[in-house]
C-alpha cells in the first residue's frame, strides 16, 4: 500500500483525482482482468512461527487445529515444465503458450474450434518443433470434454504441472442485463463459471495423483474486485465468483490435507484482444483502454516468468499474480492527465 492520491476509476466514469488515504492493488475497468486487492493469497489460519516452521499439516477440529506431521514425498517440480491452457488458439491464452515454449516448456492448446486449434498448433510447432506443442479440441462447458482433454494431456504428456484456466466469454455483447439474450447469458454463466469448476475439478483429481503434484491458475477479469460492470454485468457476475472459487478450493485442499496441489488467481490486466477491443465504443472505454491495455506478448512476457518461479519454488503457498497493479495503473492516468500519455494508442479517441 502507499499514500498516493488516486481515484477509484472505471470504463464508464469521468476520470478525476481525488484524495485518498491509500492505493489499492487494482482498478475496476471494462474487462480489465483485475481482481480485488482485498481476494488476498490465502484462507490458510496464521499460526505460530514455530509451527510454521516444520512440515505441518492441519486437520480443522472443533474450535482448535489439530497438528498431524506431513507425509509429503512430493517429487521436486523442475523445468521443462509440462503446461495445459485453456482457450489458447489465440489471444492472451495464445500467448501464453508461445511463452512458454520460448522457455523450453511443453504446451498443450485446447479450444472449442478445431479450426483455430490446427491453426495455431501449426504455427507454434513451426518456431518449436512438433515434440514441445499439442492441441485439442475441448469444450470446457461439457464434464466429458474435459475429462477427455485430461486423457490428450495424460497420452502426450504423461503428466501437467502448471494448469492455466484462460477460456471465458462475454458472448460479444456490451448491452445492458434487461437487454441481453438468454443464448448469451447462458453462454457467458455456462463458460465462465461451469466450465471453470468443471476445469479445476478435473485439474485437481489430475494433479493430486501426480508424483509432482501441480499449479491451477485461474485468471480473473473486470468485476472480479466487486465493482460493477454495466454493460456486462453477467461477465462481471462470473469474474466475481472466481475469486471466491479459488479461495474455496484452496481450503477444501487444505482440509483434504491435498498438499501437493494450490490453486492460484492469475490477473493479465487489460489485453487487447477481440474480447476487450469489441467494448470501446464509448468515450470512457477508449480512454482506459489507450492508457492502460497492453498486448497479449507483453503480458505474457510479464506473466510466464512468474508462473514459473512458483513452480520452482517449490513451494505450495497461493498466490495472486497481476500485471496491472495499482500503481501501475494509477501512474499512468496521472501521465495521461499532466502530459496526454498514450492519447489514441490504440482507438481514435472523440
Not at 156 to 177: F, H, M, R, T, V
Request: proline share 5%; charged share 20%; hydrophobic share 40%.
Amino acid at each position: 500500500m502507499t499514500s498516493l492520491s488516486v481515484p477509484g476509476v472505471s470504463l464508464y466514469t469521468t476520470p478525476r483525482v481525488v484524495p485518498s488515504h491509500s492505493v489499492p492493488d487494482t482498478i475496476p475497468c471494462a474487462l480489465c482482468t483485475v481482481a480485488s486487492y482485498h481476494a488476498r493469497l490465502s484462507t490458510t489460519p496464521v499460526l505460530p512461527d514455530r509451527v510454521l516452521a516444520v512440515p505441518y499439516r492441519y486437520r480443522y477440529g472443533r474450535r482448535r487445529v489439530v497438528r498431524a506431521e506431513s507425509n509429503d514425498s512430493r517429487e521436486p517440480m523442475v523445468p521443462p515444465y509440462n503446461v495445459l491452457i485453456t482457450g489458447s488458439s489465440k489471444g492472451i491464452g495464445y500467448a501464453l503458450a508461445k511463452e512458454f515454449l520460448k522457455a523450453g516448456d511443453n504446451v498443450v492448446l485446447c479450444s472449442r474450434s478445431a479450426d483455430r486449434v490446427e491453426s495455431a498448433v501449426e504455427s507454434l510447432r513451426k518456431e518449436f518443433g512438433e515434440q514441445h506443442v499439442w492441441g485439442t479440441v475441448c469444450d470446457v462447458r461439457e464434464g466429458k470434454d474435459v475429462k477427455a482433454l485430461v486423457e490428450f494431456a495424460r497420452e502426450k504428456l504423461k503428466y501437467i504441472d502448471i494448469w492455466i484456466n484462460n477460456a471465458g466469454s462475454n458472448a460479444y455483447s456490451y448491452k445492458p442485463l434487461i437487454e441481453t439474450s438468454d443464448d448469451a447469458l447462458m453462454e457467458v454463466v455456462t463458460t465462465n463459471t461451469l466450465g471453470l469448476m468443471i476445469c479445476c475439478r478435473e485439474a485437481i483429481n489430475m494433479m493430486r495423483n501426480q508424483s509432482r503434484g501441480g499449479h491451477i491458475f485461474n485468471i480473473d477479469g473486470a468485476g472480479s474486485d466487486g465493482r460493477p460492470t454495466p454493460r456486462f454485468a453477467a461477465y462481471g457476475a462470473t469474474k466475481r465468483s472466481v475469486v471466491h472459487l479459488t479461495k474455496s478450493l484452496q481450503a477444501e485442499l487444505q482440509m483434504n490435507e491435498v498438499n501437493n496441489v494450490m490453486v492460484h488467481n492469475l490477473s493479465p490486466g487489460m489485453v487487447t484482444t477481440d474480447l476487450l477491443m469489441a467494448g470501446a465504443t464509448t468515450k470512457q472505454a477508449k480512454f482506459f483502454i489507450n492508457i492502460l491495455a497492453e498486448p497479449p506478448d507483453v503480458v505474457a512476457d510479464y506473466l510466464v516468468p512468474s508462473i514459473r518461479s512458483i513452480a520452482s519454488s517449490q513451494s505450495m503457498k497461493p498466490t495472486y499474480v497481476r500485471f496491472l497493479t495499482g500503481v501501475k495503473a494509477y501512474s499512468r492516468i496521472f501521465s495521461r492527465l499532466a502530459f496526454g500519455a498514450r492519447r489514441n494508442k490504440y482507438v481514435m479517441e472523440d
